[in-house]
């Protein structure tokens, strides 16, 4: 069993993550969208610098979720302009994997995740995130409140797309003709290089969202582009546990995308997160308080196969927090911990 904990979901690589990543035990680390110099797209000597400065401190460097989404939305959405961003989505892939990152974590989400509540409460008085997609039909109309919604740089951004209820439509069968012509133009440059294109979950997993259509909001979205892809050891998840509680039936989706993926080895890492609910509504809470059983999924990761790492990701916010959250990903961490070496006890058993 080789599943491993890393410390995550932040842009800058400060002394002070680096300390914490070592401090509570954590063997890697993985950085959300870092801020790196390029309009559209990285180069390997800036990501190397990363790595660098995470290896000195022991740790090592597991994966990079996400480039900033304006290097490739108009290949997300299919407009003019899409072969340019593909090209430099290319580059950016060599750059990565040539710098010693073995996984690149994206999306398909043209207007990103969506949350209608930043400041809901869960356990103790804890808050959390929380989505209501009545929050959303009531106000189809009112966009300036519908980017709200979206994540700050996001949603102020006129380049993402978003329409009322009576505006165009991005369909279904064209987002994923768009999926298939960009995953089939980036794949064969990450197989060559010999990295890891993990999709993560859409997050609320619901058919559509400000007028553009979601695919990967259920199960069979995923296995539709495991097939596309070739099935091809490239292509892997970044399987966010807590998106698929999300979707309706909450836990069965979990039990099923590991027991799917899982022997197929294509779960690259995981989101160890969760909900209380189910689209449509549903607030993210403390690990153990979900829909799920951690200790059951953990077991269920071990036996079918994955051996990749968890990842702390949306944590709920305690009292004297920070804006980070230390003590919530603490918490997250040390549950994390305590759960893979259960696993390994009874294992070995």
Known sequence: MNIRIAVGQFHELTE?????AAQIG??????????????????????????????????????????????????????????????NYQATIRAVARAGVPVLGYHFMPNSVWTTERGATTRGGALARRFDMSVVEANADNLELLRSFMPTTLGRASSMPLFGKDGPLVTEEHMWANYKYFIQAVLPVAEEEGIRLALHPDDPPVPMLGGVARLFWRPLGFKHAYELAGQSKAWAL???????????????????????????????????????????????????????????????????????????DHVPKMDGDTDWNHRGRAHAIGYMQGLVRMAEYFEAA
């Open 26 to 87: 954590a063997t890697g680390l993985q950085m959300n969208n870092p801020t790196l110099p390029g309009d559209t797209r990285w180069e390997q000597s800036d990501v190397r610098a990363l790595v660098e400065r995470v290896e000195a401190y022991g740790l090592k460097f597991e994966a990079i979720e996400n480039v900033p989404t304006h290097f490739y939305h108009l290949a997300m959405l299919g407009l003019d302009g899409r072969d340019q961003q593909i090209e």
């Open 16 to 20: 002070e993550r680096l300390r914490f």
């Open 238 to 312: 970044d399987l966010c546990l807590g998106c698929c509680s999300e979707m309706t039936g909450g836990r069965a989706n979990v039990q099923e995308m590991i027991e799917y993926f899982g022997p197929k080895r294509a779960l690259a890492y995981i989101h160890f997160r969760d909900v209380q609910g189910t689209v449509p509504n549903f607030t993210e809470c403390f690990i153990g308080d979900g829909n799920y059983d951690p200790a059951e999924v953990m077991v269920l990761l071990a036996k079918n196969g994955f051996d990749g790492f968890l990842l702390d």
